[in-house]
């Protein structure tokens, strides 16, 4: 069962939104923001724990993109408030879509498109349905949200059938960064293989990490490569550690 739901429209939702009070007023009766965007002159989390985010890691990100994306189309995986939305708009791309489950980013995504006046649809739909999505996308997102599943795999092999072009993939990574050389096979009896930190492997958090219970699955690097690889997908760069 899908949980896809047209974009609401908001048109009264920012139309006496553009002098800096009136946004910097909105942006706090909306909650806690997980993503720090400039709203003319306004940040939304100007106190993240992890600086001014995610601004830190587009910055490496965003070179490997093409700075033109005149027309392609782009989908956004757990948009959140749409950071990378904006910034995808923001080189030409023609349709974008973010998806989120949360209510509460889906409405900051949507504030924050009208504000900054760029025309992205953003609608509410669960990583495991995006199969229901009609078409491809040229550019697929599916950043920060692997280690927050259950069913990771079963995700991703969703995720992917998106993808026409290219799979942009951050996960959280914990253990080891290297990316390992692995062998087609292993008898039953090599046992040392697992005793290897580089080897792919996933930390399964029973409780809560960092605070959050939704942290389920953090792979090392080798198994996120491993993962990618067994999804089908050729992997081509690694513009930063989890990406
Ligand atoms: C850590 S944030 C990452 C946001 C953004 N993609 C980024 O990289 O900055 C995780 C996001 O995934 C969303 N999310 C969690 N579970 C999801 C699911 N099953 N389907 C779609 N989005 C999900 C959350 O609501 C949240 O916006």
Known sequence: MATIQT??????????AVEPS?????????????????????PTAPDHFLGDFPRVKWKSIAPVLPAD???????????????YSVELKRRGAGRV????????????????????????????????????IPGEFDYVLFMGVFYHLRYPLFALDKVIKKVQGHLIFQTMIRGSVESPKL???????????????????????????????????????????????????AIESHPEVET
């Open 183 to 233: 062998k087609e096979d292993y008898h039953f009896w090599n046992k040392e293989i697992f005793d290897d930190p580089d080897f792919p492997r996933m930390y399964f958090i029973e409780k809560s990490y960092a605070g959050d219970p939704t942290n389920w699955w953090i792979p090392n690097h080798g198994a996120m490569e491993a993962m990618l690889r067994s999804s089908g997908l």
């Open 69 to 83: 994306l005149q027309g392609a189309s782009v989908l956004d995986i757990g948009c959140n408030a749409g950071f």
């Open 97 to 132: 879509l973010g998806v989120d489950v949360d209510d509460r980013y889906l409405a900051q995504a949507r504030f924050v498109s009208k504000v900054l006046n760029l025309d992205i649809e953003f609608a509410k739909c669960s990583v495991y349905d995006v199969d229901q």
């Open 22 to 42: 009136e946004i910097a007023r909105r942006v706090s009766e909306m909650g806690e923001w997980f993503h720090n965007i400039d709203l003319k002159g306004v």
């Open 7 to 16: 974009n609401v429209a908001q048109s009264d939702l920012v139309e006496d």
